[in-house]
Structures are given as C-alpha cells and as structure tokens.
C-alpha cells in the first residue's frame, strides 16, 4: 500500500505544477488538515476544504512559487516529499530558493494531513528583502 501513497502524493505536486484544484481536492479527505509554521504570513493549521483554499489563497498571495520535489520517502502511511520551493515573493519580485520536506499522511487512498515544513529564515529573509530589480 505504501507505493500507491506515494504515488499519491507524487499526484498532487503534479496537479500543483498544473494549478488542478480538482485534482487534488480529489484526492484529499473531506476533513483533510495542513500546517504550517505561524512564523510565515501563512502558517497555521487549515482544516477542510474551505481551509486548504485559505491557506493556498494566503500563500499565493505573498509568494509565486513551485515545489521541486528531489525525493520521496516512503514511509508506510506516510510519505515525506524533500525538495525545495523555488520563486518569487509576489510583494517585491524578490527571488527565493528555500529547503522543504512536507510530511503527508495517507488513509483509505486519500490525503488527510499534510505538514509543510520550509527553512523558515531563509523563506523570511526573502519575504524582507528589498525590491527586486
């Protein structure tokens, strides 16, 4: 079962790349949860639907980034993605490159938390950059 929460996961960053919010709503639970740290703009814990469109609303709104996924770790009901998040912060345009892993939790074939964890100070000393030229 393990490889499929994989490749589970390995859906949703692809339908991420795409912006397929369907796609990955349809592999999320009803009562699926993220967390981020609160030293983000965009941290906190989301909870359901309305709560993941809050939470990519916000970070959309601060950062236009994609995830670089190097690996996945297959870890049972759990499948961690290592990477990095790679863009630009949509306030001044600065550029930022900033070591991920996000820590998924599968059950029954769909995603039911997800935990974002970035290097927050590099990801807050590009939000505090100065402008980009």
């Known amino acids: 079962m393990s490889q499929a929460n994989v490749r589970l996961v390995e ?4 339908a991420s790349e ?6 990955i709503f349809a592999v999320l639970a009803d009562d699926a949860e993220l967390v981020q740290s609160t030293e ?3 941290g906190g814990t989301y909870r359901g639907r309305e709560g993941v ?6 970070l959309m709104s601060h950062v236009a980034t994609r995830v670089e996924v190097e690996r996945f770790i297959d870890a049972g009901d759990h499948v961690v993605a290592v990477g990095r998040t790679r863009g630009t912060v949509v306030a001044t345009g600065a550029p930022l490159d900033v070591a991920v892993s996000h820590v998924w939790r599968v059950r ?5 938390r997800a935990e974002f964890y970035i290097d927050n ?5 590009a939000l505090a950059a100065p402008k980009a030229r």
């Open 53 to 58: 469109m809050r939470f990519f609303g916000l």
């Open 108 to 112: 029954d074939g769909k995603a039911v």
């Open 18 to 23: 795409k912006r397929d919010i369907a796609a």
């Open 40 to 42: 983000v703009p965009w």
């Open 11 to 14: 859906g949703i960053y692809a």
């Open 121 to 125: 100070p590099t990801m807050l000393a």
